[in-house]
């Protein structure tokens, strides 16, 4: 196959939503219909126990398995679809946010009786800042929920963004009985089942045989919802919803296997083939021929006996070849990769080359960082990968003073996974690790241990927010340093930050000193 048609035929992008509302049962289904898995129940253990905030073996066991299922891959229909898998647990936003600069589009699973929820407001803020096409997909219909409109306009305005609604559910909970398929202009009727699927029959609304199928109320209503959705909602143009203004709708339920497929078959048909991406030097388009690509994701290796680690790469242009000569641009050096792996489902194996969209999976003995970029010889630096201001801060310190220099390095190489971020106080010399959610503290604490025979000790601090400064005035920039001293810290590439106590600490500094720039994330 021509080059240009392997990038055209390939679809990468994540399903999100806020715990519970049924992504890891919408990833298996749409891998079943992928032939890709055979039985239900695969993919579902690769799930860490939503409530579980300290049972360090289901964090090991999330680890080990999502590197086979971090990406899955399945060929359907001449397509080549990837799903990147994001953590469900909402102390591993982080890892969710680096995961979305790697699609191309997203399918956001909303919980019909539950509507929009925190964690999905959270993401849906990634995508518009990238402005991520975006379909919606309303789960649980078999369960009681609210009207459909109702949910709409709650989607329009807690989630910022268009909607413009392709099926229609007739009913919901006991009462479900389908949804109408605007798109195709089918209809497509209910039946619990785990393991079938439905058929779709083409009835136009006007007919007969529509009043035969539901009975003559229901039909009634879906004819007066559906002229309702014409009047309010604009027709559906594949343009918006590339341009990240308008996310298409669609009704089901995942876990009877309902709606999915009409999903699936829509999202192949709009969503988009790999897409530019933006290097800080230029802008990258996938046709090209020579190879680059960035790592989004560091997985450390189960076996503690092998310290070696996967990073995953998203290409972003031209081919990948097994054995063939990168640049590491940020060490500059060259690399080969005998043993790069690909993602197909739960299972992976090595390839002799891949494209752009695909994720490769190269095997690292702690040459990468999260960030990095891969080229054929190009110093390209692909942006995207910010770091966010951390929000939970523990000082940490050394608890066996023999192990010092191991837990350095374990301490460097989580960094480097991204699992936290990593700051030297100014003031006191100490290491400062900061978190967006209280799990990591124990996952590094744990891992420390286990992969680096290193014990550490953590102590609380009290800090509002971590956040990068800049200013083009040197006298008012080593101004605000005299001052705020006692405040200072260094990130991992010695960049200054500011640790403010309070909000309003934060609002005095900034107010205070009003040609500085107070930073939010990293890049900037
Ligand atoms: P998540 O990955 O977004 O966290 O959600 P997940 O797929 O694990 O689904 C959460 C729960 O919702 C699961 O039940 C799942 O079976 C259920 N679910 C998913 N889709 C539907 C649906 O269309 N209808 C109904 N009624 N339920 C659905 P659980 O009891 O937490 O897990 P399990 O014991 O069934 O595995």
Same mark, same amino acid.
């Not at 799930?47 to 899955?72: C, H, L, P």
């Not at 949910?151 to 413009?164: H, P, S, Y």
């Not at 009835?203 to 009043?211: A, G, P």
């Not at 000790?457 to 080593?478: M, T």
């Given at each position: 196959?021509?080059?240009?048609?392997?990038?055209?035929?390939?679809?990468?992008?994540?399903?999100?939503?806020?715990?519970?509302?049924?992504?890891?049962?919408?990833?298996?289904?749409?891998?079943?219909?992928?032939?890709?898995?055979?039985?239900?129940?695969?993919?579902?253990?690769?799930?860490?126990?939503?409530?579980?905030?300290?049972?360090?073996?289901?964090?090991?066991?999330?680890?080990?398995?999502?590197?086979?299922?971090?990406?899955?891959?399945?060929?359907?229909?001449?397509?080549?679809?990837?799903?990147?898998?994001?953590?469900?647990?909402?102390?591993?936003?982080?890892?969710?946010?680096?995961?979305?600069?790697?699609?191309?589009?997203?399918?956001?699973?909303?919980?019909?009786?539950?509507?929009?929820?925190?964690?999905?407001?959270?993401?849906?803020?990634?995508?518009?800042?990238?402005?991520?096409?975006?379909?919606?997909?309303?789960?649980?219909?078999?369960?009681?929920?609210?009207?459909?409109?109702?949910?709409?306009?709650?989607?329009?305005?807690?989630?910022? @963004? %268009?909607?413009?609604?392709?099926?229609?559910?007739?009913?919901?909970? &006991?009462?479900?009985? /389908? =949804? !109408?398929?605007? $798109?195709?202009?089918?209809?497509?009727?209910?039946?619990?089942?785990?393991?079938?699927?439905?058929?779709?029959?083409?009835?136009?609304?006007?007919?007969?045989?529509?009043?035969?199928? @539901? %009975?003559?109320?229901?039909?009634?209503?879906?004819?007066?919802?559906? &002229?309702?959705?014409? /009047? =309010? !909602?604009?027709? $559906?143009?594949?343009?918006?919803?590339?341009?990240?203004?308008?996310?298409?709708?669609?009704?089901?339920?995942?876990?009877?296997?309902?709606?999915?497929?009409?999903?699936?078959?829509?999202?192949?048909?709009?969503?988009?083939?790999?897409?530019?991406?933006?290097?800080?030097?230029?802008?990258?388009?996938?046709?090209?021929?020579?190879?680059?690509?960035?790592?989004?994701?560091?997985?450390?290796?189960?076996?503690?006996?092998?310290?070696?680690?996967?990073?995953?790469?998203?290409?972003?242009?031209?081919?990948?070849?097994?054995?063939?000569?990168?640049?590491?641009?940020?060490?500059?050096?060259?690399?080969?990769?005998?043993?790069?792996?690909?993602?197909?489902?739960?299972?992976?194996?090595?390839?002799?080359?891949?494209?752009?969209?695909?994720?490769?999976?190269?095997?690292?003995?702690?040459?990468?960082?999260?960030?990095?970029?891969?080229?054929?010889?190009?110093?390209?630096?692909?942006?995207?990968?910010?770091?966010?201001?951390?929000?939970?801060?523990?000082?940490?310190?050394?608890?066996?003073?023999?192990?010092?220099?191991?837990?350095?390095?374990?301490?460097?190489?989580?960094?480097?996974?991204?699992?936290?971020?990593?700051?030297?106080?100014?003031?006191?010399?100490?290491?400062?690790?900061?978190?967006?959610?209280?799990?990591?503290?124990?996952?590094?604490?744990?891992?420390?241990?286990?992969?680096?025979?290193?014990?550490?000790?953590?102590?609380?601090?009290?800090?509002?927010?971590?956040?990068?400064?800049?200013?083009?005035?040197?006298?008012?920039?080593?101004?605000?340093?005299?001052?705020?001293?006692?405040?200072?810290?260094?990130?991992?590439?010695?960049?200054?930050?500011?640790?403010?106590?309070?909000?309003?600490?934060?609002?005095?500094?900034?107010?205070?000193?009003?040609?500085?720039?107070?930073?939010?994330?990293?890049?900037?």
């Amino acid at each position: 196959m021509e080059f240009e048609q392997e990038i055209a035929r390939r679809r990468t992008f994540a399903i999100i939503s806020h715990p519970d509302a049924g992504k890891t049962t919408l990833t298996e289904k749409l891998l079943l219909f992928g032939g890709a898995i055979h039985v239900a129940g695969a993919v579902k253990s690769n799930k860490i126990k939503k409530t579980a905030t300290s049972d360090f073996m289901e964090i090991e066991k999330q680890r080990g398995i999502s590197v086979a299922t971090s990406v899955m891959g399945f060929e359907y229909n001449g397509y080549k679809v990837n799903i990147l898998d994001t953590p469900g647990h909402q102390d591993f936003a982080e890892d969710t946010f680096r995961t979305l600069t790697a699609v191309d589009s997203v399918i956001i699973v909303i919980d019909a009786a539950k509507g929009v929820e925190t964690q999905t407001r959270k993401l849906m803020q990634v995508c518009r800042m990238r402005n991520t096409p975006v379909i919606v997909f309303v789960n649980k219909l078999d369960r009681p929920c609210g009207d459909a409109f109702d949910l709409l306009d709650e989607i329009e305005t807690e989630l910022k @963004i %268009g909607v413009r609604p392709l099926s229609w559910p007739i009913g919901n909970g &006991e009462r479900f009985m /389908g =949804v !109408y398929n605007l $798109f195709e202009k089918s209809l497509y009727m209910y039946e619990p089942s785990k393991q079938t699927v439905q058929e779709g029959v083409a009835v136009e609304l006007s007919s007969k045989e529509l009043d035969s199928r @539901i %009975g003559e109320t229901e039909a009634a209503t879906l004819r007066e919802e559906v &002229e309702t959705i014409d /009047g =309010v !909602y604009p027709e $559906f143009d594949v343009q918006d919803y590339l341009r990240g203004q308008i996310a298409p709708v669609f009704f089901g339920s995942a876990l009877n296997n309902f709606g999915v497929r009409e999903l699936l078959h829509c999202f192949l048909q709009i969503a988009p083939q790999p897409q530019t991406s933006h290097a800080a030097e230029r802008d990258v388009l996938p046709q090209e021929k020579k190879f680059t690509g960035f790592v989004f994701k560091i997985h450390a290796n189960m076996d503690p006996n092998h310290r070696n680690r996967i990073a995953f790469v998203k290409i972003c242009s031209g081919k990948f070849e097994r054995n063939k000569a990168y640049k590491h641009v940020r060490l500059g050096k060259e690399l080969k990769f005998s043993s790069p792996t690909a993602f197909m489902a739960d299972k992976k194996s090595i390839i002799d080359e891949a494209y752009p969209g695909d994720i490769v999976g190269l095997p690292d003995t702690g040459n990468f960082k999260i960030g990095d970029s891969i080229s054929e010889g190009e110093n390209i630096n692909f942006r995207g990968l910010p770091s966010f201001s951390p929000e939970l801060f523990r000082y940490i310190d050394n608890a066996d003073p023999m192990k010092a220099k191991q837990l350095a390095k374990g301490i460097d190489q989580l960094m480097d996974e991204g699992v936290a971020q990593l700051f030297v106080h100014q003031f006191n010399g100490r290491k400062i690790i900061g978190t967006v959610g209280a799990l990591q503290f124990e996952v590094i604490e744990y891992r420390l241990l286990h992969e680096y025979g290193a014990k550490c000790r953590y102590e609380g601090i009290s800090l509002y927010k971590a956040c990068w400064i800049e200013s083009d005035d040197v006298a008012e920039l080593s101004e605000f340093k005299k001052r705020k001293a006692q405040y200072l810290a260094k990130d991992k590439d010695g960049r200054d930050v500011f640790l403010a106590e309070s909000n309003f600490m934060l609002q005095m500094a900034e107010q205070d000193f009003k040609k500085i720039r107070f930073h939010f994330t990293s890049e900037f």
